[in-house]
């Protein structure tokens, strides 16, 4: 992790979830993997987040811990073999003061060589991963 990235395998055995605060993700995640011998996979997720928002996921073992926009999530176990990338909008009724929430997003799938994927990435995550 850096100023500007967060790093995450996707791949590893068990479960596992990270997530990340709505005040600390710019709306772009990605995922880049080798899906046969020379050929990469790129998923760009773009949402818009709103900071001020409230948002109600938590982390699996917090249920108090709000305030996530986003998340990434790997299971390598007896469930079953996936990973996922997703987002939360802000939550509305209650007592967020919100009636409504209107929610905008765009996922983008590129395959190819490594090269040309890590420098996708680079364009659209500002990241040289």
């Not at 990605?30 to 109600?56: C, K, M, Q």
């Not at 073992?61 to 073999?81: E, I, K, T």
């Amino acid at each position: 992790m850096g100023d500007h990235l967060l790093r995450y395998r996707m791949r590893a055995t068990g479960e596992h979830k990270i997530d990340i605060r709505a005040v600390a993700i710019t709306g772009r995640i990605g995922y880049l993997h080798e899906t046969s011998e020379g050929r990469w996979a790129l998923i760009v997720r773009n949402f818009f987040v709103d900071p001020s928002g409230e948002y109600v996921d938590v982390p699996w073992g917090d249920p108090d811990d709000l305030g996530y926009a986003a998340q990434a999530c790997n299971v390598n176990s007896a469930l079953g073999h996936f990973s996922e990338l997703e987002y939360h909008v802000p939550a509305i009724g209650g007592d967020t003061g919100r009636r409504r929430c209107d929610d905008a997003t765009q996922v983008w799938a590129f395959r190819g060589s490594e090269r040309r994927m890590r420098a996708v990435a680079a364009m659209l995550l500002g990241a040289t991963i």
